[in-house]
């Protein structure tokens, strides 16, 4: 892929009104490494689109590197080798007095975004050798996600709407879309009125990177959000200044992901479920239910608004637990944790007189 030319980097003051900005320098080989990660960072916002939520993780990591870099002395990108690279990912597993030490997942996030910034160097002409090119994130191990049973759903969901109020309209609406589509909390808070569309019953999505999706909207989310948006929604938007967000906070204002994750927690412990929820609970189960239910892993991957078909993939390997799970509970020929049936690899049978078979009249479950 080519980058396309950096843009100059901003410096200096804001500029007077009336007064000819002043030319930024453009990158080189003697450009600072903290000019060169804003540069990156504004590449990723202007050429990429990447999400706020994933420059701010980008930002976090490599203000981390370039403080790392410069507690080594290290000024410049072109001085930067393979071995700083490699030190910095043992530095993130390790920690220091100021950080604790990073999990798997954590320190591979932030190798990623290293990995990233210099090969936007490369690609930018201000080195010859790509330093972190041949440095692997630590693999993580692989988590199933925790999906929650349908009924466990239902009583998620009339937790959050029991008490009638506005607030509780809009929770148990929130929770009903979250179920229904699958969407992300981020996605779910960020919908717009306008993104909402009833009669066709689909919303419209806008997932990482900004790339947007249209889902369908079940006739149970679909009541739910007709409900919420008729009886509760205007009473909300009252106390505001006009956002066209579709959940709104008790001020009127656009509802956080923290607000929503809150609202999850507290409709699951009232519920009483006994099962960790998270964030991401209701996405998993909406993909694990599906999948059980016979959809297409492809179908799958379009609703979740993956990139990759890999990434669904996961929820075929619960599935598949699932019907291990059946299979043994079921199938008189499983055989897990039993002895083999005569004639398969066991003594032969007795005549005719021999005891009757397990299955003719016994529970043939156990095999």
Avoid: C
């Amino acid at each position: 892929m080519t980058v396309a030319p950096v843009a100059p980097v901003a410096s200096g003051p804001p500029v007077a009104s009336g007064q000819a900005p002043v030319a930024a320098p453009a990158l080189t080989r003697r450009t600072a490494v903290p000019t060169v990660v804003r540069a990156y960072l504004d590449h990723l916002a202007v050429e990429r689109g990447a999400a706020a939520n994933t420059l701010g993780s980008y930002r976090r990591d490599l203000t981390r590197y370039q403080d790392f870099l410069a507690g080594r002395g290290t000024r410049w990108i072109p001085e930067v080798g393979e071995a700083d690279v490699t030190d910095f990912l043992a530095h993130l597993r390790e920690g220091d007095a100021a950080h604790p030490a990073l999990s798997a997942p954590s320190a591979a996030r932030a190798v990623v975004a290293v990995r990233g910034l210099h090969r936007f160097a490369l690609r930018s002409g201000l080195v010859d050798v790509d330093a972190a090119a041949a440095v692997r994130p630590p693999t993580p191990p692989r988590r199933l996600p925790k999906a929650i049973g349908y009924e466990d759903v239902e009583r998620l969901l009339e937790a959050a709407g029991y008490a009638g109020t506005a607030a509780a309209l809009r929770d148990r609406s929130l929770l009903e879309v979250l179920y229904g589509t699958g969407a992300r909390i981020s996605e779910a808070v960020g919908l717009d009125v306008d993104d909402v569309d009833l009669d066709g019953r689909t919303v419209l999505l806008a997932g990482k990177g900004g790339k947007q999706r249209r889902v369908p909207l079940g006739s149970y989310a679909a009541a739910a959000l007709e409900h919420y948006l008729v009886q509760a929604r205007p009473a909300l938007a009252a106390a505001g200044s006009g956002s066209p967000r579709v959940f709104l906070n008790l001020r009127g204002g656009p509802l956080s992901r923290q607000s929503a994750w809150i609202i999850l927690k507290t409709a699951a412990d009232r519920a009483g479920l006994s099962a960790e929820v998270s964030p991401h609970t209701l996405r998993h189960s909406f993909a694990t239910h599906l999948m059980e239910g016979g959809a297409d892993v492809r179908v799958v991957q379009e609703l979740l608004g993956h990139s990759s078909v890999t990434t669904t993939q996961i929820y075929t390997l619960v599935t598949v637990d699932r019907l291990r799970e059946v299979y043994a509970e079921a199938h008189p020929r499983a055989g897990y944790g039993a002895e083999p049936r005569a004639g398969y690899g066991a003594e032969p049978r007795a005549g005719s007189g021999a005891e009757p078979r397990a299955g003719n009249g016994a529970d043939r479950r156990a095999r």
